[in-house]
C-alpha cells in the first residue's frame, strides 16, 4: 500500500469507530422502539418518545411507553410510574393524569398537557404486571403475587437502563398510585440494595399503605363528610369501640358487623364517586361487590379490594348485593375508559406504539390478573422504616383529600406510626394560581418523609388538579421545601 493508501484507511477506520461510539454512547436509545409517528396529534413532539417491552424472567415481556423530559433529559431525573389495581394500566397515568398528551372524549385525538410531568423529567411507565395492558407472558399464565411483581419491576428496571444506558446515571425516583402504595416501596426496598442505580427517592399518591389503617380511618371519613346520620354513628361508637378505641377492621362483634355493612352500603353501593366524594359518577355505579370466604369483596379494579370478616348474616345480605352487579364491567368505578381503549386498541396506535401481535387487546384493569392476585403485605411499614434508616432517600406521600379509595386520614395515620422526627409542623402549603396564590392543601414534614394532602382532590391527583400537581411533583423532584 502506497502511504495515501494507508493514511485514508486509517482515517476511515477512525471515522468508523466514531460512528460506532456515537451509536453505543450518546444515543444508544434502542431504535426500534422509538415512536416516530404518534396518531392523534396534530403536531408531533418535539421530545423523543419509545415504547416496546422489557423482557424478564421466565418469558415475561412487560410493555413500557418511555417519554424523555421536555427540558434536559440528559441531566434530567428519571421517574418511574405506577398505577395501581393490581392489575391496572400505568398507560391510564399517561394519557388521563400526567402525561405530555391526553386522549379526548373521541378516543382519537390526543391534546398535549402543559402540566405534564416530562416538562421537567423523564418518565417511564411500566404496564405490570404481565397481563396488564399491552404485557404479557409467554406461558399466558397471569397468577402472580406482591413479591414477584416487585421483582419483575425491579428486573424491568434494570433492563430498561441496559436498552437506555445514557440514563444510568441519572437520579431515579420511583412514583406510584392506590396500590401502587403496595408497588413502590417493596420495589424501592430492592432498588436501594443495588448500588447501580441512583435511588434518590418514592412519591406514592393515595396509596393503599395499610389495610387496618385506611378501613378503620374510612368509616370517620365518612362521618365526617355527613354520609353516615346519628343514629348509624351512634351504632358504630356503641358496638364498635371500646375504652375510646374503636375497631372497624376485623371486629368479631356482630352488632358491629351490621352496623360496618350499612357503611359500605353507602360509601359503595349507594351511587357516590368512591374516587372522588364531590364528583359526579359517569355512567352511573359499576362497582361489583360480593361475599367470598365470609368476606366481605368490594372490586373496583382501580385501587384494592376492601375487604371485612363478616358473620353469617352479612355475607347474606351482601351475596344478594353482588347479584345486582354481576353483569357489569370490571372497570372501576365511575370512570370511564372508553376513550382510552378505543384509542389504544386502534390498531394505527398499537402499530406507532410496537405492540405485539401476542399481546391482547388494551382494558384499563385485568379481572384477571387482580382475581388470581396474592395480596403478601397488609401493611408497608417496614419497607418505609428501611428507607428512612438509609437517611438519604426524599419520600412523599400525597392525598387529595375527598378520596373515599384510600382515604388522607388513613395514609396520614400510616405516616404518623412511622414515629419520625417532626421538622415542620402541618402547615397550609401554597401553589401560584392565575388567580395569586392559593392553598393547596397541607403537610407535615418529617427528617425524610412528607406527608402532603391535595385540597379538593380525589383519588386521581394529576387528573383532578393538575396545576396543583405540577407544584408539588416539581417541589417533590427539586428536593425544594413544599
Not at 412519591?203 to 395499610?210: F, T
Not at 359500605?264 to 362497582?287: D, R
Not at 390498531?347 to 382475581?371: F, G, M, Q
Not at 422504616?385 to 379509595?405: C, F, H, I, W
Amino acid at each position: 500500500y502506497t502511504h495515501t493508501e494507508v493514511c485514508v484507511c486509517v482515517c476511515v477506520c477512525v471515522l468508523l469507530c466514531y460512528f460506532l461510539l456515537a451509536l453505543l454512547g450518546a444515543d444508544a436509545a434502542p431504535a426500534a422502539d422509538e415512536i416516530t409517528f404518534l396518531p392523534g396529534l396534530q403536531k408531533q413532539p418535539s421530545f423523543r418518545h419509545y415504547s416496546g417491552y422489557l423482557n424478564v424472567a421466565d418469558g415475561k415481556h412487560l410493555h413500557y411507553w418511555f417519554v424523555e423530559s421536555q427540558n434536559d433529559p440528559s441531566s434530567d431525573p428519571l421517574v418511574l410510574w405506577l398505577n395501581g389495581g393490581p392489575g391496572c394500566s400505568s398507560l391510564d397515568g399517561l394519557l388521563t393524569e400526567h402525561g405530555p398528551y391526553l386522549v379526548q372524549d373521541d378516543g382519537m385525538t390526543l391534546q398535549y398537557n402543559p402540566y405534564s410531568w416530562n416538562k421537567i423529567a423523564n418518565m417511564l411507565y411500566l404496564e405490570s404486571p404481565v397481563g396488564v395492558g399491552f404485557s404479557y407472558s409467554d406461558d399466558q399464565r397471569y397468577v402472580t403475587n406482591d413479591t414477584e411483581v416487585s421483582m419483575n419491576n425491579y428486573l424491568a428496571l434494570k433492563e430498561f437502563l441496559r436498552l437506555f444506558p445514557e440514563f444510568s446515571s441519572n437520579q431515579v425516583f420511583l412514583t406510584g398510585e392506590s396500590y401502587g402504595g403496595i408497588y413502590i416501596p417493596t420495589l424501592a426496598e430492592r432498588v436501594m440494595e443495588d448500588a447501580s442505580i441512583n435511588l434518590q427517592g418514592v412519591a406514592v399518591g393515595n396509596g393503599m399503605s395499610s389495610y387496618e389503617l385506611n378501613d378503620n380511618s374510612l368509616v370517620y371519613f365518612a362521618y365526617y363528610h355527613g354520609l353516615l346520620g346519628s343514629r348509624l354513628w351512634a351504632d358504630l361508637q356503641n358496638f364498635c369501640c371500646s375504652a375510646g378505641k374503636c375497631n372497624f377492621y376485623n371486629n368479631q362483634d356482630q352488632n358491629c358487623s351490621e352496623s360496618l355493612s350499612e357503611v359500605q352500603t353507602i360509601v359503595y353501593a349507594s351511587g357516590l364517586n368512591m374516587y372522588n366524594l364531590y364528583a359526579s359518577c359517569p355512567g352511573g355505579v359499576h362497582c361489583r361487590v360480593s361475599v367470598e370466604r365470609d368476606q366481605l369483596v368490594i372490586r373496583d379494579l382501580g385501587n384494592s379490594f376492601i375487604n371485612h370478616q363478616t358473620t353469617q348474616q352479612w355475607s347474606q345480605k351482601f351475596r344478594g348485593l353482588a347479584l345486582m352487579f354481576r353483569s357489569v364491567r370490571l372497570d372501576p368505578p365511575c370512570t370511564n375508559s372508553t376513550p382510552s381503549s378505543l384509542y389504544l386498541n386502534n390498531p394505527y396506535v398499537r402499530t406507532a406504539l410496537h405492540i405485539s401481535p401476542k399481546a391482547l387487546d388494551w382494558a384499563i384493569c385485568s379481572a384477571e390478573v387482580n382475581l388470581n392476585y396474592g395480596r403478601l403485605y397488609l401493611d408497608v411499614r417496614k419497607q418505609y422504616l428501611k428507607l428512612l434508616s438509609a437517611l438519604k432517600y426524599r419520600v412523599l406521600v400525597y392525598n387529595g383529600d375527598v378520596d373515599m379509595a384510600c382515604n388522607f386520614m388513613g395514609d396520614e395515620w400510616f405516616v404518623e406510626s412511622l414515629q419520625q422526627q417532626v421538622e415542620v409542623q402541618r402547615r397550609p402549603w401554597l401553589y401560584d394560581d392565575v388567580d395569586g396564590r392559593q392553598v393547596g392543601g397541607f403537610v407535615k414534614e418529617f427528617d425524610n418523609i412528607a406527608f402532603l394532602t391535595v385540597k379538593g382532590s380525589g383519588h386521581m391527583v394529576p387528573t383532578d388538579k393538575p396545576i396543583v400537581a405540577f407544584a408539588m411533583f416539581s417541589r417533590f423532584i427539586k428536593k425544594q421545601p413544599y
